[in-house]
């Protein structure tokens, strides 16, 4: 604890500065909690490689030390030695922190380990037993993983469902009159009825960007044969090069739909995304294993209807848990692929056919000519979001539960604390 009385938190996650998705939600996450007045936050925050390994102050009560990858023993024992925090919060997949479980022995000498969680899809993976007894909350960002987990039983004691979330400010409706200089910017016309859709992922194979052009050909070829015009654009925000995936460029013209296709390859601000999001018709997303997908959250955030598979955390945002209706046009998956590793022994992939997803994107089509419809979707999604998505929930959830860890690992008595 600090010296005015503040809990000293110690965070193991991407750099709360970076941009990727971990390192912004942890961020969002962070700063929300300074806020209670109850924390104090020192961050070892991890990339690859970093270009600047100063230590970045961003208030008194939240200090981030750049590290490359997720840190070491050494660095933790060291740690808290010197800092003595009340809380250790862990934030990413397990695989990079098989050392600090190895070590949860010494760490439970001095704190509770908290766990912002997720698994992207069943059999539920036994092999993560020892992590999970080792952690004393699993908070769950896709309510599919904390389902599974309480389903399990051996965990449920210790597992809530957490979601992500986005700031209202950052992504959020932006007025007509307003996008028609952005749109003149983009795409140089000032009125401009072409229905668009946008993908935002890396160019990488879990992400499946050469089947994203294939469905939307689907889609661009059902649009002539139906309403004898191909007025529709997709953009991809995304590296067509990237070394992880196939050359977008290529495939778009092997399809014949390069000129229906506007690649967005600079890295932009959350400004220029937000208007990007607006001004598109749908967002797409059709991975095989997505454990949340930040890119459809932020673009409800703004209104914008999506058309995503029913897979992982992507199911509980395009269909509402209340009343099972979809905010945009949820796909089925027509085919799960059991597959596997030495690390992660196995784990079901979701595919939804590009012949569905283009029938999916022709569906939303279809149903938003209906401009009051349009209007009316538009207006559902952004409540859903909103409501079921809040940032202030999500930071208020957290900060009751890592109150709840710390206090109930004051009460354990010390024999359990070296033996647990």
Not at 340 to 360: F, K, L, M, T
Not at 367 to 382: F, N
Request: glycine share 6%; net charge negative.
């Amino acid at each position: 604890m600090t010296p005015d009385g503040k809990y000293k938190v110690l965070v193991l996650s991407d750099h709360a500065m970076s941009t990727s998705g971990v390192g912004t939600q942890s961020r969002h996450l962070l700063m929300g909690l300074l806020e209670k007045n109850t924390w104090s936050i020192r961050q070892f925050g991890a990339a690859l490689k970093h270009s600047d390994y100063r230590t970045t102050v961003v208030t008194d009560d939240f200090i981030i030390k750049p590290i490359d990858g997720f840190g070491n023993p050494d660095l933790i024992r060291v740690t808290l030695a010197t800092e003595k925090p009340d809380l250790l919060f862990i934030f990413t997949d397990p695989r990079f922190f098989t050392w600090l479980f190895e070590i949860e022995d010494e760490v439970h000498q001095v704190c509770p380990i908290v766990w912002w969680h997720v698994w992207d899809n069943y059999p539920y993976p036994e092999f993560n037993n020892d992590y999970y007894d080792a952690t004393d909350k699993i908070n769950c960002h896709s309510h599919m993983t904390y389902t599974m987990i309480k389903e399990r039983g051996l965990h449920s004691d210790r597992c809530n469902f957490i979601p992500h979330a986005i700031p209202e400010s950052m992504f959020f409706p932006i007025p007509e009159n307003e996008l028609k200089q952005h749109r003149n910017n983009l795409f140089g016309s000032l009125e401009d009825n072409i229905f668009t859709g946008i993908w935002i992922n890396r160019n990488a194979k879990r992400k499946r960007p050469a089947d994203v052009l294939e469905s939307w050909k689907y889609f661009m070829d059902s649009l002539a044969k139906d309403h004898g015009h191909q007025n529709a654009r997709l953009i991809m925000h995304t590296d067509p090069l990237d070394q992880e995936g196939p050359n977008l460029f290529a495939v778009s013209e092997m399809l014949g739909i390069k000129d229906s296709v506007f690649f967005s390859r600079e890295r932009i601000d959350f400004e220029q995304m937000n208007v990007l999001y607006n001004l598109s018709d749908f967002c797409l997303n059709m991975s095989y294993a997505e454990g949340f997908g930040l890119s459809t959250l932020e673009s409800m955030m703004t209104g914008t209807p999506i058309v995503a598979v029913k897979t992982g955390g992507l199911t509980r945002q395009v269909v509402d848990h209340r009343d099972g209706s979809e905010n945009g046009v949820a796909v089925d998956i027509d085919l799960q692929t059991l597959v596997g590793s030495q690390q992660v022994p196995y784990i079901y992939e979701d595919y939804a056919s590009n012949q569905n997803v283009g029938a999916a994107i022709k569906k939303l089509y279809d149903q938003t000519r209906d401009v009051e419809y349009k209007k009316e979707l538009s207006q559902k999604v952004l409540n859903y979001a909103r409501n079921e998505f809040s940032l202030q929930k999500t930071v208020d959830m957290w900060h009751e539960s890592m109150l709840d860890a710390i206090k109930q690992f004051k009460e354990r008595p010390s024999w359990f604390k070296q033996t647990f």
